[in-house]
T-cell receptor
Framework: AQSVTQLGSHVSVSEGALVLLRCNYS??????LFWYVQYPNQGLQLLLK??????LVKGINGFEAEFKKSETSFHLTKPSAHMSDAAEYFC???????????FGAGTRLTVKP | KAGVTQTPRYLIKTRGQQVTLSCSPI?????VSWYQQTPGQGLQFLFE???????NKGNFPGRFSGRQFSNSRSEMNVSTLELGDSALYLC???FGSGGYEQYFGPGTRLTVT
């Protein structure tokens, strides 16, 4: 069975500072990993995904994530936070052959001016 | 390309009633998945339909059911509503099943009184 754990339900950074949102996964098979963002009263928007190949994945809005098999991690980073990045971020994992996506509990990112 | 649409966006029902939610996927997408989002339980997978067949089902009671039509549009039904069914129900579509990006609709906010 696959699962993800997001470390930190709330993260607060200053505008222009590094954003680091942590995600660890558990999977008995090679996982597909995703990061989604949710703004208030909206659905989820895909930021990036890892399936196979390059372990450093670049996504939209300047976000990127690195798949580290040895650490079972898939942390999300952005070099410089913008006020518009304030939202809830979800890490998710799915396995081969299905779209049964398991989400983490989410991390709420606050960006201070 | 139009995104995933869900109708209705908001719904208020009484305990014991039943409800049907609708989802129209992105054109060309054959997989539709449903998720329930609540503050307490987070995002939970309900089921996935691919080419009119249910591929996977999450850990929900039989009161939750769904179907997919030949045009890939999907409906989910909840019978005998309980207060705990109050949630945001999200539909996601993808081209295929397994490792494909899932694109989410804005959700249907269901309130059970």
């Amino acid at each position: 069975a696959q699962s993800v754990t997001q470390l930190g339900s709330h993260v607060s950074v200053s505008e222009g500072a590094l954003v680091l949102l942590r995600c660890n996964y558990s999977s008995s098979v090679p996982p597909y990993l995703f990061w989604y963002v949710q703004y208030p009263n909206q659905g989820l928007q895909l930021l990036l995904k890892y399936t196979t190949g390059a372990t450093l994945v670049k996504g939209i809005n300047g976000f990127e994530a690195e798949f580290k098999k040895s650490e079972t991690s898939f942390h999300l980073t952005k070099p410089s936070a913008h006020m518009s990045d304030a939202a809830e971020y979800f890490c998710a994992v799915s396995g081969l052959g299905n779209n049964d996506m398991r989400f983490g509990a989410g991390t709420r990112l606050t960006v201070k001016p | 390309k139009a995104g995933v649409t869900q109708t209705p966006r908001y719904l208020i029902k009484t305990r014991g009633q039943q409800v049907t939610l609708s989802c129209s996927p992105i054109s060309g997408h054959r997989s539709v998945s449903w998720y329930q989002q609540t503050p307490g339980q987070g995002l939970q997978f309900l089921f996935e339909y691919f080419s009119e067949t249910q591929r996977n089902k999450g850990n929900f009671p039989g009161r939750f059911s769904g179907r997919q039509f030949s045009n890939s549009r999907s409906e989910m039904n909840v019978s005998t509503l309980e207060l705990g069914d109050s949630a945001l129900y999200l539909c996601a579509s993808s081209f295929g099943s397994g490792g494909y990006e899932q694109y989410f609709g804005p959700g249907t906010r269901l309130t059970v009184t």
